[in-house]
């Protein structure tokens, strides 16, 4: 690992913006898979949606508990909502997803689900009950083309050695790295080792397990499975709170979606993530500013950075 990080700043973004041809349409821009929410924890779901259709990202499914479809997509109609279908016989409300009879025990049903989409962000909100669904759904993960692992999925990553071994064999077996989005108390359940601040370790972590690592903080660094290290040294304390950490998911697995790669899509969603919090405290305030406004600053962040004009074929 490089014993210096590259200091992210919006020069080295700006080198980084996604293609977007005035030619296109929704299916050229991505379509991302989210598995996220639960009762009681709706907002993740919501957080991430929202922040992954802010980036430019053509399609958005969200995969979750039939209780939350109505006010997600009440609140997110720009998302397609499909519900996990858990009833022992056919229901028509689960049109868009594979009926099973039951989903936590057969793993294969998710990975139909997954063959047109171009990323999936698996996580947000997801509580430990889910474990069984949860593990089942990342096993299967292997048919999508890039994958985010964050909060619930990461805390069932740190205890279940078959999800580990899925998400630590995609570089091996030819597939994208995975990207792991940890804060540095479920990086320390995910690898028990380290020892906060200890740079060099989580490097040496990305590297041998072949991900990119966006270990989460209040100044976040950036590991990817060759080497580099990168570091948003601008911190915020506006950001700490619950559900920003959802809304860089999102905004990460909707770059990822338009097809930037897993070290490009990791560092700009950092960095955007971090100006749009610049942005919003400057209007509100770091004390009142919340995680929901700030994908409301990433059209003067796209604009800042020279990316609204995007990269032209």
């Not at 050695?161 to 804060?183: C, I």
């Amino acid at each position: 690992m490089e014993n210096t990080p590259i200091i992210l700043d919006n020069e080295l973004i700006m080198t980084k913006c996604p293609l977007r041809p005035d030619s296109g349409h929704k299916g050229t821009f991505g379509r991302l898979l989210l598995y996220a929410g639960s009762v009681g924890m709706g907002g993740a779901a919501y957080m991430s949606a929202y922040s992954a259709l802010r980036s430019g990202v053509g399609l958005v499914y969200i995969l979750t508990e039939r209780e939350l479809i109505t006010p997600l997509m009440t609140m997110c109609p720009e998302a397609l909502g499909m519900a996990i279908p858990e009833k022992t016989e056919e229901d028509p409300s689960c049109k868009l997803v594979p009926y099973r009879s039951s989903v936590d025990k057969d793993p294969q049903w998710f990975s139909g689900m997954l063959k047109d989409k171009d990323a999936c962000l698996i996580g947000p909100g997801i509580p430990p009950s889910r474990k069984d669904l949860t593990k089942n759904i990342v096993v299967a993960s292997g048919e999508a083309g890039h994958l985010v692992l964050d909060a619930g999925a990461l805390t069932l990553l740190a205890l279940d050695q078959s999800v580990r071994d899925a998400v630590f064999s995609r570089v091996k077996e030819g597939r994208t790295p995975a990207v792991l989005t940890p804060h540095i108390g479920e990086f320390s359940r995910i690898c028990p080792a380290w020892r906060e601040n200890d740079m060099t370790a989580a490097g040496a972590f990305a590297e041998e397990k072949g991900v990119v690592l966006v270990l989460k903080s209040n100044q976040t660094n950036i590991f990817t499975p060759d080497g580099k290290w990168y570091s948003n040294q601008e911190g915020n304390s506006g950001l700490a709170k619950g559900g920003s950490g959802d809304v860089l998911a999102g905004l990460l697995a909707g770059l990822l979606a338009q097809g930037m790669p897993e070290a490009d899509a990791a560092i700009c969603a950092v960095r955007i993530h971090s100006l749009a919090g610049e942005l919003c405290a400057r209007e509100h305030g770091k004390r009142a500013m919340l995680p929901t406004m700030l994908g409301d600053y990433y059209g003067t962040c796209f604009k800042m950075l020279n990316w609204e004009e995007g990269m032209q074929l």
